[in-house]
Each structure stands twice: as C-alpha cells, then as structure tokens.
C-alpha cells in the first residue's frame, strides 16, 4: 500500500481539528452535531456524561468518539457524517494505518461532572488551540504557551501520557509524536532506536513534563530526518511499531507452543 493511502486519514484529521477550533465559544451547538452525527450514522451515542446529560464537551473527546477500538466499517460511517455536518471536504479515509486507538471505557479527556475540576474542560480547549497554533507557528511563544496548556492538560484526572500525546498525534501526526505503551516500548526498549539515541531520552513517568515530550519528539525528529533511519517520520514510525509489536507477541506465543 502506497503511503498516501496508508495514512489517508491525516488530511481529514488535520482538517476537521480546524473546523472543531471554530466551536470553542459554541459548545452547545457543537454537542447538538455530536449527537446528530451519532443519529446519522445509525449508532449509539457513547455516554459522555452522568445519565448522559452533555453540558460540555472538549475537542479532544470529540476526536475519541471516532478512534478507540470499534470497527472501521463504524468509523467509517461515523467519519461520513462528519463530513456532512461539518463540511469536511477531505476525502474520507478508508484506510487507519498508524492510528493508535483509546479503549472504549477511557475515551473522555475528562471525568464527569462531580468528579472534574470547573476548569478541565476550559483547559483542554486551551490546549487543543495553542498546538494548533503551534503547528502553524513553531515559534518560541506558541511553544512556551502550548508547553503551559500541556502541562494542565495531562494534569487532568484520568489523564496521562497516552492519551494526551494520542490526542495530539490526531489532529497533526507530522507534529506531534503519539506516546502510547507501544511507541514507548518501541523507541525505549525494543533496540528499533539507535542506543545513542535513546540515551539522549529523559527517563519516562506516568506524566512527564511538555519539556521532557518535546525533547523526545525533537531528538527523534532529528534521527528520523537523518540518512541513518529508514523511517522518515512519526506516522511511519507509529506504524512501525505497531507491525514490529505484533511480530515480537506473535513469535513469543510461537516459543511458547514449541516449550509445550
């Protein structure tokens, strides 16, 4: 498969992360097309809420409604309605090569009402807008106020790592390196990465810093833009990692029936 239709997912994704931008002040309109999405496409809404009385909604849970585990022939209807209702003109993608998923029970970047901070939801609006202004404008200033939304972000009870850097790598996979448990085992441990590479790495907490994940996305950047990586960037290196997973549970059931 040619890279442009393993990863032709990118181009709606980028595109519907700015027409998401434009319901920062709109929140109840925006929950209202949620649900009409949901009805179009002939599926169950996902409980977003206590008895699923929606109040408030952040972009970034609007982007999990369509990635985390459920079919692609799902997806694919739920990405069909977006198009129509936000007027998406993107080809829909058809294809979800390196696209990490959340599971269905973890796909709110935030708790309930009762359970989540009165700002939460305010903050992960912030946080959606600075890195998309960042992508734009990789400035020292979009940098420093995204680093500041980001280290509020993953601070979110119920958030962490994967999920913030998930929610990222979504809405510009060229920018933002997704940092799931099989991205970290890949890069860390799985000896992919050069060792001098790796070594350049800070050591991984439950939640690091946006210091500590733009250092690791910068320092792997600059390999995989380097004549010594066969990998060209973070979508193929999501992609990679994923396969070379798979291979390494695959050939470990293998030892296991040939010990038996």
Request: proline share 3%; glycine share 4%.
């Amino acid at each position: 498969m040619s890279e442009r239709n393993r990863f032709n997912w990118v181009n709606f994704y980028e595109e519907f992360a700015l027409k998401l931008l434009e319901y920062k002040d709109s929140r109840a309109e925006l929950i209202e097309k949620v649900k009409s999405v949901f009805k179009m496409a002939g599926i169950k809404l996902p409980t977003l809420e206590r008895k699923n009385n929606i109040v408030d909604i952040d972009p970034f849970t609007v982007f999990a409604l369509f990635n985390k585990n459920i079919k692609d022939e799902n997806r694919i209807k739920i990405l069909k309605a977006i198009s129509e209702l936000f007027d998406v003109v993107s080809e829909i993608p058809t294809s979800f090569d390196g696209l990490p998923l959340l599971t269905p029970q973890n796909a709110t970047f935030y708790y309930f009402i009762g359970d989540r901070e009165d700002n939460d939801i305010n903050n992960l609006w912030g946080f959606f807008e600075s890195a998309l202004a960042y992508v734009k404008d990789p400035s020292e200033i979009r940098r420093k106020d995204f680093s500041d939304y980001f280290d509020l972000a993953i601070n979110i009870k119920g958030n962490g790592n994967s999920k913030i850097t998930m929610g990222l790598y979504w809405i510009s996979p060229d920018t933002f390196l997704n940092f799931d448990s099989r991205n970290e085992w890949y890069i860390y441990k799985s000896g992919k990465i050069p060792v001098d590479i790796v070594k350049q790495l800070p050591l991984i907490k439950s939640k690091f810093s946006a210091k500590e994940y733009l250092m690791i996305g910068d320092c792997l950047k600059s390999y995989l833009n380097s004549s010594r990586s066969v990998l060209k960037d973070f979508k193929e290196l999501s992609f990679d990692a994923w396969n070379y997973s798979e291979q390494v549970n695959r050939d470990k059931k293998k030892e296991k029936i040939i010990l038996k």
